[in-house]
């Protein structure tokens, strides 16, 4: 705030027209402001402040002090809205405990059912120490937990918010011992000032700006001495706490590239390497406590337990997933103790350890871009059964929105019940994929009455329209006809589209969309980046050629103005990857997609991930020296102006890390989680965003899912600040 608005706010102090303002106070005085030319100015509480800070991306504030439980609160219900706010809000607050003349005790009691970290610093004192009471160092209460110092703090602060966890922390600073007023004073003045306020009717809001009036005047200049140097003293506490927290940061991310650029590093070793794949088991499905019922009736259609969320939830979501939501089984297999047999054994039963959780390649996706820090939203069906609302279940207990999710019925009474997606996983005994079995025959109608076809025109579609996604993710589990609908609402709305090819011959599906819907080629390609492995690549390339699709004349001017040799790359795309993957034909292959897929990253498990480009005329890169050694070739035909083509970078990128065989717990979602964080560090950094950034991170994140028992590990918000 400006000097002149710092002057408005305080002159206008007992006036009706300035506000006290907490959470449910917002609407009011934004509302309002110019009703009958009137111009309303406020001062935000604590509860206020955590959500404005928490929508700029503010971890840390100081204050002066909580507010909390009253005195007489089994009479008044007086409960201060700070104490919900950080139940529900992932925001650290400094201040100098709760005020005063509220009830200590039941604040901090209060503040464990909402969830809330509390702790106090020790201050330079040794042993426990109590919580302070605002004017005081003491209060008689014990704190939850003494911290020595801000980088103590700060490692709380770290810790807590990597983990995903949507409650506040409270970190208590004593007031300096020099302004601290001695207990048994404080409590006499507090008697009197409470004593005073049931008097006068102060209740509510207007209780806490009555009693600090009374207590300064029993006080005298004691409490305005002492409420300034708690705040100053605050101010510094969590500034230190803020640099402290920055520090970690900064060295986490000094450490997570220092490790990338060892050359001997692997993505991935070991048995588990070789079915480094995109299907996948997620997350257990009895972690809700939250239940999701239908509240519409049956119509003579497939229909839907939701009503379209509102306009304001679809402005939150900048990356919409499209794709596939399971309810899976895996089942690992265990060996007979007599028995070394790493297999199950054909045409009888085995024993295994058998997982329930959910999981399909959308989900896993949208997992862990949410997880990675992106708003997501998952559109996907379900059907009107135990399975579809176990679904629902757990992904509002896992913090993931349902408003994309169509739950489906039959037609009529005849008709078969649409079921929810199943799959099911048999893993050897070291952990890789023998076979999978999948049922996503909900996602496959494509007849113009079906419930899917409905959905595609009365919910999804208006969805996007609406909320205007910066991102698409499109996962080959839909039907060449919706993968069609889908590409074209994006290419409507501008929206970046991936697509996550799922498996060979799903991958496949890209290039056999139904007349009149063709892929678009550069300058104007349908989708802009693909996440294949290596099988995936070559069925997608070998699609392409069987369609005609390299046979197009948009196509070929694609690829006549990147510029390689007539006589073949041979040699330079050997310096840029490896022979070995020149011979298997993999370089080879992206390029001929490019006019179709400008960028592809290309999965290629311990040998790491190659990424390839279509650069744009004009792209900085074309004239860096840093990026010299990935440009393979510039546009040399004069069509730049015209078809806008810059030329290609292609890079391999190295395995970012070591997986042995034994860390390895299950290839499943290994892939999907790749594609969620490339997709969540695109959305977070916008326009100005390039794949390379992104991948030692995704990277990353797929070696933690590698080595956990869910298809998309839940410790990938430990890397999100790395995007």
């Known amino acids: 705030m400006g000097a002149d608005e710092l002057i408005r706010l305080v002159s206008t102090a007992g006036s009706p027209d300035l506000r006290k303002v907490s959470r449910r106070d917002f609407g009011f ?32 504030f100081a204050t002066g002090g909580l507010g909390g439980v009253h005195r007489g609160v089994e009479e008044t219900m007086d409960v201060s809205a700070d104490l919900t706010e950080l139940g529900r809000t992932p925001v650290a607050v400094v201040s100098s405990g709760c005020k005063s003349f509220l009830d200590i005790p039941r604040t901090l009691e209060y503040l464990e059912t909402q969830g809330v970290a509390v702790a106090t610093f020790a201050d330079n004192r040794e042993g426990p120490v109590d919580f302070p009471a605002f004017y005081t160092r003491d209060s008689g209460v014990k704190s939850p937990v003494v911290l020595r110092n801000e980088e103590e703090a700060a490692r709380v602060v770290h810790a807590h918010m990597a983990l995903g966890l949507q409650s506040g922390l409270h970190f208590a600073n004593p007031i300096p011992e020099e302004h601290s007023i001695p207990f048994v004073q404080m409590e006499t003045a507090i008697a009197q000032a409470l004593g005073e306020a049931k008097a006068a009717g102060a209740t509510g809001a207007a209780s806490t700006p009555f009693i600090l009036a009374k207590i300064k005047e029993i006080t005298g200049d004691k409490s305005v001495a002492a409420n300034r140097s708690l705040v100053e003293a605050n101010v510094i506490r969590g500034t230190k706490l803020a640099a402290a927290l920055q520090k970690i940061e900064i060295e986490g991310l000094k450490e997570a590239y220092e490790r990338t650029e060892h050359p001997n590093d692997s993505f991935m070793t070991g048995p588990a390497a070789s079915n480094y794949t995109s299907t996948g088991v997620s997350l257990g499905l009895g972690q809700s406590k939250h239940s999701h019922a239908s509240t519409e009736k049956p119509s003579t259609g497939t229909t839907v337990s939701e009503a379209p969320p509102s306009v304001s939830e679809h402005n939150t979501s900048t990356v919409f997933v499209a794709g596939s939501l399971n309810v899976d089984l895996a089942c690992d297999f265990i060996a007979e103790t007599s028995s070394n047999a790493q297999a ?380």
Not at 30 to 53: E, F, H, P
Not at 400 to 409: C, K, L, S
Not at 657 to 683: H, I, M
């Open 29 to 60: 005085v934004l509302g309002q402001r110019g009703v009958d030319g009137k111009a309303l100015n406020g001062g935000t509480t604590v509860s206020a402040t955590m959500i404005l800070a928490n929508l700029a991306g503010i971890r840390i």
């Open 344 to 723: 199950p054994e054909l045409q009888t039963s085995n024993r295994a350890k058998i997982a329930q959780s959910l999981g399909g390649v959308g989900y896993n996706v949208a997992r862990a871009a949410h997880l990675m820090g992106a708003s997501v939203r998952l559109c996907s069906a379900v059907g009107d059964d135990l399975a579809g609302r176990a679904a629902l279940a757990a992904m509002s207990g896992n913090g993931m929105r349902t408003t994309g999710i169509q739950t489906m019925r039959p037609a009529n009474k005849e008709a078969e019940t649409p079921r929810t997606s199943q799959y099911v996983a048999i893993n050897d005994g070291r952990k890789d994929l023998m076979l999978a079995m999948a049922d996503v025959s909900i996602l496959e109608q494509t007849a113009e009455d079906s419930g899917i076809v409905k959905a595609f025109d009365n919910f999804w579609l208006p969805q996007l329209h609406q909320s205007q996604p910066t991102h698409l993710v499109l996962d080959a589990n839909w039907p060449s006809a919706h993968i069609a609908r889908w590409v074209a609402t994006a290419q409507a709305i501008g929206a970046h589209v991936t697509f996550e090819p799922v498996s060979t011959s799903k991958s496949t599906r890209l290039f056999h969309l139904p007349a009149p819907a063709k892929l678009g080629a550069w300058p104007n390609p349908s989708i802009s980046l693909a996440t294949p492995n290596q099988y995936e690549l070559a069925a997608m390339h070998h699609a392409a050629r069987e369609s005609g699709a390299l046979e197009r004349e948009d196509w070929w001017l694609a690829i006549d103005a990147l510029g390689l040799p007539s006589s073949g790359a041979r040699t330079a795309l050997a310096l840029a990857t490896s022979p070995d993957l020149v011979d298997q034909g993999v370089p080879q292959q992206t390029l001929q997609l490019l006019p179709f897929i400008p960028t592809i990253a290309t999965k290629l498990g311990s040998r790491g991930v190659l990424v390839t480009q279509l650069l744009p005329a004009g792209d900085k890169r074309l004239s860096s020296g840093e990026y010299a050694p990935y440009i393979l070739s510039r546009c040399a035909n004069g069509t730049e102006e015209t078809l806008g083509v810059g030329g290609v970078y292609m890079r391999l990128f190295p395995a970012a890390e070591t997986v042995e065989a034994e860390e390895a717990v299950s290839v499943n979602g290994v892939g999907d989680t790749f594609a969620g964080t490339l997709v969540a560090g695109l959305a977070r950094h916008g326009k100005s965003a390039r794949v390379e950034d992104f991948v030692d991170v995704a990277q990353r994140a797929a070696c933690l899912t590698l080595k956990s028992s869910e298809a998309v590990s839940p410790g990938l918000g430990t890397l999100s600040m790395l995007l």
